[in-house]
């Protein structure tokens, strides 16, 4: 069975200043995909970055970017410019490539604060 | 393009009511899943469809029904609800690249 590890229950930022969000997850499995969901206070899931496994490139979109080391089994957020709607809990989640049983693990999620 | 929608939004039962929580995609995805999610523990699948007719149970199945009759549309029924019930319930569905994407979400109170 698959585990996600968010160690960071909440987090502050100041807006424009960088923060990272810490992901750890444990599994045998060599191909799988992680991702980065945002749920702001809409309550609204939104998929904010993919990460696949048997790619070496760390995954970025605009201001968000990974930290994909896949021997430490590590896959942290890095968020640039940090806004006021960056504010919302913040999901890391795993998916083995199993076929037709792939199914997402959560982590418990860390919630993002971003102040003026 | 709705994406994926769920009805209703809301909802408070009495324990031991029944009700049925509908989700639509009108993406013609393959694949459906229904999680909860409560406080401190993230999302956790309750059931899954891989296709039309198909359902299988996740890692929180009891206490919950499911049924696919037709492509896009996935329904969770709970036939007897108790107060352990009371969450949000989000439906996804997703793409052949692995991707789900996430309805907004029912809240469900169990009194």
């Known amino acids: 069975a698959q585990t996600v590890t968010q160690s960071q229950p909440e987090m502050s930022v100041q807006e424009a200043e960088t923060v990272t969000l810490s992901c750890t997850y444990d599994t045998s499995e060599n191909n799988y995909y992680l991702f980065w969901y945002k749920q702001p206070p809409s309550r609204q899931m939104i998929l904010v970055i993919r990460q696949e496994a048997y790619k070496q490139q760390n995954a970025t979109e605009n201001r968000f970017s990974v930290n994909f080391q896949k021997a430490a089994k590590s896959f942290s957020l890095k968020i640039s410019d940090s806004q006021l709607g960056d504010t919302a809990m913040y999901f890391c989640a795993f998916l083995p490539i199993t076929g037709t049983a792939s199914k997402l693990t959560f982590g418990t999620g860390t919630r993002l604060q971003v102040t003026l | 393009n709705a994406g994926v929608t769920q009805t209703p939004k809301f909802r408070v039962l009495k324990t031991g009511q029944s009700m049925t929580l509908l989700c639509a995609q009108d993406m013609n995805h393959e694949y459906m899943y229904w999680y909860r999610q409560d406080p401190g523990m993230g999302l956790r699948l309750i059931h899954y469809?891989?296709?039309?007719?198909?359902?299988a149970k996740g890692e929180v199945p009891d206490g919950y029904n499911v049924s696919r009759l037709k492509k896009q549309n996935f329904l969770l029924g709970l036939e007897s609800a108790a107060p352990s019930q009371t969450s949000v319930y989000f439906c996804?569905?997703?793409?052949?690249?692995?991707?789900?994407?996430f309805g907004p979400g029912t809240r469900l109170t169990v009194l």
């Open positions: 996804a569905s997703r793409v052949e690249s692995y991707t789900q994407y």
């Open positions: 469809s891989v296709g039309e007719g198909t359902t």
